[in-house]
């Protein structure tokens, strides 16, 4: 099996002012593609702990991925030392120059001087497009090492991943036809000691799968893989795991792998023909977010009343004065007239409302933090249900648009 | 100066299932008690891999702190290598184990067996109560060696941090007074390469401080760090090249240190005495969202139509069909009109919409994805901005979200 080391740059990532997504997902991705990830540096944007974190890496595994330092800026020296490590010399690339000069005049920006930095190379690197930011990868091949650097944003960093990088490296590293298969069982409602309780007997008897449950915003998820001898084998093993599962969790599965909980109710609705509104009170448009972030959501997404003060739920959303007087706006009733009033507003097929108490302040001992409602209306339908959450301002408003799309997807299975 | 050495454990961290936000957390909070992380370590629920973390964190640093591994399942082994490592006896804590009991009974659930694992700790360790979930933490002293143990989950971890932890630390480590003085300053618009060139003379005179660029979602953070003798002169070498940045860039200072643009907004509009509401599209309630993090945001914020469809633009604010018929929904004409809606069905004194191509699909040779227009309403007067972005649907998303608030808060001031 092949191995990789991953060096994530920047004195921001040790300060604490920014996360490292980076070294994340290319471990998934190249878990995906039988490569084992072995270790992780993460190291400031300084030359000696830098040069050290590469020998380790360069002395321990086949593949040396790092990301960051790519930069026109003082504090980028990814590129310089690996020339440095690897004796390398560093040289002009005419052609991303111009691309450099490109990217800045389609700006109407002139090129910071600096930024020519990026157009400089070692020697015999093939380089890897940035269809994004302006700072291209590339990959050093040096007898059996072999050196990836990657531009530290995100999202520049994966595209170039998807596009250049995996290509490469199953062409480079010679990787073997696919052995490993894996599944993600996505479960909601139950927590993860509960969800070990319910399939305690398959992972005390695993059929040589590895388990790995992972609680994540009130979801958890159930990871399968499986490594034998060939596909064929390790997908064999991994189904009956899997269906094993599945047997135990179906009531509280919403998805698989890739799916998500927003991405499954736009496909839940779409299949459906139907389209939904929403009255948002203390999740203040989170729930909207969620299901815009799936692309083509418009299809079955009239849209949504942030209804965050009780004018806004009396003026557009035709809740009586008299309801929130007498009941509150954080209340049955008010919820039931909010999904009522977003059906009536709309003319979508389901309207679903919240009003709960996000905190930290506003609770009482009635009504502590954390009291959520949510309703669902259709025709001459109307649920309300009634939770209660725990956690800070952050962790009840995600609490809450989540068991909100799993009541939706309930109602509409 | 006193060293600490990070350790996140969790298999899920190496196969790119979660983030590590916890050592990111601590790194922040450490530096600004003066005390330099000097390494972090990821490693999976893997014994060995963990004992040789463990050990080398011991060797290396003053204080060794865990995240992760103090949960009821197999998989959690963090307390137990602990007790190994340092040769230390694991004992029944009574009283947590009535806590547990509790935390159970208050949700109606029957606590699961593999729960008893957590009232078990170290002797003489020192627990560190969890407010918000099952698995308290830990400290343990043992001779110049101090290890600390924290739960995985974020949002326990913090709390428990800032509860038990740093009173702990600036206790036992003997902290000595403050002596590191550190500012950000926060500025949108131009991008990490513009603003080093406004800035190019201070950085290569930094008077003795670190100065740190970091580009975030349309933002760049300058980080400003002293580290002299004392305190006082730490503040002093800091003020100086802060107010030279401040001159450098203060078209597009929005804040400093813990202050958000969200946060920056809520507080402007409050002094103001003014509300806004909003009408969204392409954002699709991302920021109402943002708005609403802010805890206390109801006093300005009446609320938001999230308008994705064409329906809810023209039913609920009152934009012509024609001018979506003959200018396209993504246009100023019906940015303009959304604005002017917004501020119609509400009673805010603002009106802001945003209209836009978030992608992946659904630009045009004449509208390319990206293209986004923002209106600002307010009495009698509107006005728009056209503005185009470079990046995925997230990205397009969020700077498109932030431009808008960004433009308040000129308008504002």
Redo the contacts between chains.
């Keep these: 099996m092949k191995t990789a080391y991953l060096i994530s740059t920047?004195?921001?990532?040790?300060?604490?002012?920014?996360?490292?997504?980076n070294s994340?997902?290319?471990?998934?991705?190249l878990?995906k593609l039988g490569v084992k990830?072995i270790g992780?540096?993460?190291v400031g944007?300084n030359k000696e702990n830098l040069i050290k974190a590469f020998k380790l890496g360069l002395e321990s595994a086949d593949v040396v991925i790092t990301t960051g330092g790519l930069?026109?800026?003082?504090?980028d020296l990814t590129k310089e030392i690996a020339c440095e490590v690897l004796g390398i010399q560093s040289v002009l690339n005419k052609k991303v120059e111009d691309n450099l000069q490109n990217f800045f005049a389609k700006?109407n920006?002139d090129m910071?001087?600096?930024?020519i930095k990026q157009a400089m190379f070692p020697k015999d690197a093939i380089i890897l497009k940035n269809s994004?930011g302006t700072a291209p990868g590339m990959y050093i091949d040096k007898g059996n090492k072999k050196t990836i650097l990657l531009p530290g944003?995100p999202?520049e960093m994966r595209?170039m991943y998807e596009d250049e990088v995996e290509p490469l490296l199953i062409r480079e590293l010679n990787l073997e036809e696919k052995k490993i298969a894996t599944k993600?069982i996505k479960v909601i409602g139950p927590g993860?000691?509960?969800i070990?309780?319910m399939i305690a007997e398959v992972?005390n008897n695993p059929n040589g799968c590895s388990i790995?449950?992972?609680?994540?915003e009130g979801e958890v998820?159930i990871?399968v893989t499986a490594d034998r001898k060939d596909f064929k084998e390790s997908q064999e093993n991994l189904d009956i795991v899997v269906n094993n599962i599945i047997e135990k969790t179906s009531n509280y599965i919403y998805g698989y792998d890739e799916e998500t909980l927003p991405s499954n109710i736009v496909k839940l609705l779409d299949k459906k023909g139907k389209t939904i509104?929403?009255a948002?009170s203390c999740?203040?448009?989170?729930?909207?977010?969620l299901?815009?972030?799936v692309?083509?959501?418009?299809s079955v997404?009239?849209?949504?009343?942030?209804?965050?003060?009780n004018?806004?739920k009396i003026?557009?959303l035709d809740v009586k004065e008299n309801t929130i007087n007498k009941n509150g706006a954080v209340s049955e009733e008010t919820a039931y007239e909010m999904a009522k009033g977003a059906l009536k507003?709309?003319?979508a097929d389901i309207g679903v409302a919240v009003t709960g108490i996000a905190?930290?302040?506003g609770g009482t001992e009635q009504k502590p933090v954390g009291e959520v409602y949510i309703a669902i209306a259709f025709n001459n339908y109307c649920t309300v249900k009634k939770l209660r959450f725990?956690?800070?301002?952050?962790?009840i408003?995600m609490l809450t648009a989540k068991s909100a799309l799993d009541l939706i997807r309930k109602k509409i299975k």
Excluded: C
Excluded at 71 to 75: C, L, M, S
């Design positions: 920047g004195t921001e990532l040790l300060l604490g002012l920014t996360l490292d997504t994340i997902f290319i471990s998934e991705r878990e990830v992780k540096s993460i944007d930069g026109p800026t003082k504090d700006r920006r910071p001087k600096s930024n994004i944003p999202n595209k993600v993860e000691s509960q070990e309780e992972m790995v449950l992972l609680a994540h998820h990871r509104a929403f948002e999740t203040g448009g989170l729930i909207s977010k299901i815009t972030d692309p083509g959501s418009s997404f009239w849209g949504t009343i942030v209804s965050y003060s004018k806004s003026g557009l507003v709309s003319d905190g930290p302040d725990v956690g800070d301002r952050d962790a408003r």
